[in-house]
């Protein structure tokens, strides 16, 4: 059973940062691909970004230049930084692995940006 465990979410003003963690297990972790997603209520889940094994990234249009993913094998974990947060990235935020058709997602941490 595949687990990821999500963390770091929080209330933080505008043009603060957070760091996402999501934790997941060792032994799928250096061959799936890792991704952040974020949803609204009432809205679709969308990507906002993702890393494969090799380490290419991809972003959201709306948060390049502000987020920066990595992946750490390390330690199975893979992190979100956020800066210069802005309201619109008030969302719940989800970690998500896969390969092929495979795809298992994480409980889901509230990211709140208001002052």
């Known amino acids: 059973q595949v687990q990821l465990v999500e963390s770091g979410g929080g209330l933080v003003q505008p043009g603060g940062s957070l760091r996402l963690s999501c934790a997941a297990s060792?032994?799928?972790?250096?061959?799936?691909?890792m991704a952040w997603y974020r949803q609204v209520p009432g809205k679709q889940r969308d990507l906002v970004a993702a890393?494969?094994?090799?380490?290419?990234?991809n972003y959201a249009r709306s948060v390049k230049g502000r987020f920066t993913i990595s992946r750490h094998s390390a330690n199975n974990t893979v992190y979100l930084q956020m800066n210069n947060l802005k309201p619109e990235d008030t969302a719940v935020y989800y970690c998500?692995?896969?390969?092929?058709?495979?795809?298992?997602w994480g409980q889901g941490t509230q990211v709140i940006v208001s002052s």
């Open positions: 060792k032994t799928f972790f250096s061959v799936y691909n």
């Open positions: 998500n692995a896969a390969l092929d058709l495979q795809s298992y």
């Open positions: 890393v494969n094994p090799a380490g290419t990234t």
